[in-house]
């Protein structure tokens, strides 16, 4: 079974700019889950959906949004980049909304220069 | 809100040897996960060990096993035997169960296994 894959790896955007993260989750999982690095923050949740639907948000301004399609893959979008959205974004997959168990990808690094 | 605090940012151990990472957590729930992530240089997050807050058996993984203390909040990761492989920064992770699968980590302690 393929795991998670995230597209694309690396990106270089500019202050200003947007950008969209994709993510594919494993094959039947219906969960999906984003989540920023920094060496700074740590890990942080962003947001997650099921279904189509935001579940759960953390503490990220609304600049930072995602959406999932009915296939369950996810997007995130970043509006308004600044230098502090440089990051790893990873994205990781569970069966259900219940499920303790994730399954991460290899991430985005995202540079904001 | 949850917090999990990993008060070693850094460990180096030699082959073979026995390793303990430490993680302490606060929360207000009674039903919650445990975990230990570890992420290799370059390389992706994977699932190490969890453990269900409800049980009081520590949970083991081959070489990986937990030191779980619910009263006083603590949840340590021991690597027995440590290999090379082993080198990575370790993620102590908290889930609320049933409360979607938000993970909340802690900042990681780095592990460095030598020859």
């Known amino acids: 079974k393929a795991g998670v894959t995230q597209t694309p790896r690396y990106l270089i955007k500019t202050r200003g700019q947007q950008v969209t993260l994709s993510c594919s989750p494993i094959s039947g999982h219906r969960s999906v889950s984003w989540y920023q690095q920094t060496p700074g923050q740590g890990l942080q949740f962003l947001f997650e959906?099921?279904?189509?639907?935001?579940?759960n948000k953390g503490n990220f301004p609304g600049r930072f949004s995602g959406r999932q399609f009915s296939n369950s893959r996810s997007e995130m979008n970043v509006s308004t980049l600044e230098l502090g959205d440089s990051a790893l974004y990873l994205c990781a997959s569970s069966l259900d909304s219940h499920s303790y168990e994730q399954y991460f990808g290899p991430g985005t690094r995202l540079t904001v220069t | 809100a949850q917090t999990v605090t990993q008060s070693q940012p850094e460990m180096s151990v030699q082959e073979a040897e026995t390793v303990t990472l430490s993680c302490t957590y606060d929360?207000?729930?009674?039903?919650?996960?445990l975990f230990w992530y570890k992420q290799p240089p370059s390389r992706q997050m994977i699932l190490v060990i969890r453990q269900e807050a409800y049980k009081q058996q520590n949970a083991t993984e081959n070489r990986f096993s937990v030191n779980f203390q619910k009263a006083a909040k603590s949840f340590s990761l021991k690597i027995s035997d440590s290999q090379l492989g082993d080198t990575a920064m370790y993620f102590c992770a908290f889930m609320v169960n049933q409360a979607g699968t938000a993970l909340i980590f802690g900042k990681g302690t780095t592990l460095s296994v030598s020859s």
């Open positions: 959906y099921f279904s189509e639907t935001q579940r």
């Open positions: 929360t207000s729930e009674s039903n919650y996960y």
